[in-house]
Structure formats: structure tokens, C-alpha cells
């Protein structure tokens, strides 16, 4: 009887102190952990290592890692990628989303949320292919999202969103059947400085619902988990 592989997780940050502890906590968690000190480091390393995952931060000397996200895509590689920062840096955010990162976790984090962040991204991309985050449209039932045009069309008409609720009916259909906490959709689409209360979630969730016509009692897209956060609920396919 064989053991199951360990998930190979690609380790890209240029703070020594932060790999240094980072590093044996995945380890301890059951990923087997390659570090990279920068992206020119990490494309080097990325054939030889192979990984199933990789976690980058943002901000690095040579290469930083947007362009390192830009990179794999444009080489057509769907490995998935989540994406670390100082939670002061919210453009950052949704800017490394739009280049088809898969995830983001605002510095500083607890190592057991990334853990759970790698795990909920590994069973979403199980089975490899381009993701939707990768995806320049979303599809889910009558619901088309056009993410180079920044618009939602809803039975074929336009419906009209403001862009945080844009922005986060986009991040919930990129990440469909799982649960965001409120603290965690702050962190990756506002920034903790642009809000102080999980209310601006709620009121976003709001607009959507009324626009989209969704009810929350039987949702076709967006449901509450009570006590946990929300999740979209529909099944989503690229456009």
C-alpha cells in the first residue's frame, strides 16, 4: 500500500522570517513545501518542483507576484495561485484577481486560514484546466458575467451594479459552493482600512439580491450560511 502523495505547494515570499516559519507549519499541515525567494526565483524553480499549488506574495524585488501570476497565465499554465499582502494594499487585491490569481489572504493572516484557503482552492481546481478565475466570462443559469467588460447581464438584459458589488458578485462566482466569512470578503475586495464593519458586506449581498432578483430564503445564486458568511450557490461554467 502506497501513501498519498503529499500536495506540492510552491512557497514564494522574499522575507526570510516569514518562509522560515511558514514553510514548516505547511509541512506539519501535509503539503510538501518548495520556497522560492522572489517570482524570478519561482518561474526557475517551477518546472523542476511541479507544484499543485503555489503562494506568492505580492510585493518582492525583480519580480513581484502579479507578474509572476501574468506569467504562468500567459503560458498557459492553470496552476492555482493565491495571493498574499499587507492588508493596507486592498488595489493590490483585486488588481492580482484580475490577472487570474485564484485567491488572496491579507498579511497578517493565521497559518491555519491558509491552510484552509489551500485546501478549499485544491478541491476547486481538482483535475486541472483553465479556471474560472482565468475566465474573462462566468455563466450561471440566466446570469452571464463579462469580466473585460465590467458589466452583468441578467436574462439578456443589463442589470446595474456598483462596483464593490460588482466586485464581489465576481469574487463569489470565481469561488462557487464555498463559504466566505464577511471578515474574509473585507479583507480580499475592500480592505480592512475602507471598512470597519462587516456591514458593508451585508449591504453589497443586499444589492445584489434585489438586482438579481434573488431570494434568500431559496436562492439561485448567492446563499447565507448562517453564522459563517455567504456562498454561491449556482452552478458556474466560463462563458
Not at 485546501?119 to 455563466?139: E, H, K, N, Q
Not at 465576481?170 to 466566505?180: K, N, R, S, T
Request: no cysteine; aromatic share 6%; hydrophobic share 40%.
Amino acid at each position: 500500500m502506497t501513501d498519498t502523495p503529499r500536495p506540492r505547494v510552491l512557497l514564494v515570499d522574499d522575507e526570510e522570517a516569514i518562509t522560515a516559519t511558514l514553510a514548516p507549519f505547511l509541512e506539519r499541515s501535509g503539503f510538501e513545501v518548495h520556497v522560492a525567494g522572489d517570482g524570478l526565483d519561482a518561474l526557475a524553480r517551477y518546472g523542476t518542483v511541479a507544484p499543485d499549488i503555489v503562494v506568492s506574495d505580492v510585493l518582492m524585488p525583480r519580480m513581484d507576484g502579479r507578474e509572476l501570476v501574468r506569467r504562468l497565465r500567459e503560458a498557459e499554465s492553470w496552476t492555482p495561485v493565491i495571493m498574499l499582502t499587507k492588508v493596507d494594499e486592498s488595489f493590490e487585491r483585486t488588481a492580482a484577481l484580475e490577472d487570474g490569481a485564484d485567491d488572496y489572504l491579507g498579511k497578517p493572516f493565521d497559518p491555519p486560514e491558509l491552510v484552509a484557503r489551500i485546501r478549499a482552492v485544491l478541491r476547486r481546481t481538482a483535475g486541472g484546466g483553465r479556471p474560472l478565475t482565468a475566465s474573462s466570462g462566468l455563466i450561471s443559469g440566466d446570469l452571464r458575467l463579462d469580466r473585460t467588460g465590467r458589466r452583468a447581464v441578467l436574462g439578456g438584459s443589463v442589470v446595474d451594479l456598483t462596483p464593490k458589488a460588482f466586485g464581489l458578485l465576481e469574487y463569489l462566482m470565481m469561488h462557487p459552493g464555498e463559504v466566505h466569512t464577511r471578515e474574509h470578503l473585507l479583507s480580499v475586495l475592500w480592505g480592512f482600512e475602507f471598512a470597519v464593519t462587516t456591514r458593508a458586506v451585508d449591504h453589497r449581498i443586499a444589492e445584489l439580491r434585489r438586482v438579481l432578483r434573488d431570494e434568500p430564503q431559496d436562492p439561485l445564486f448567492i446563499e447565507t450560511v448562517t453564522g459563517e458568511g455567504y456562498r454561491f450557490v449556482g452552478r458556474v461554467s466560463p462563458a
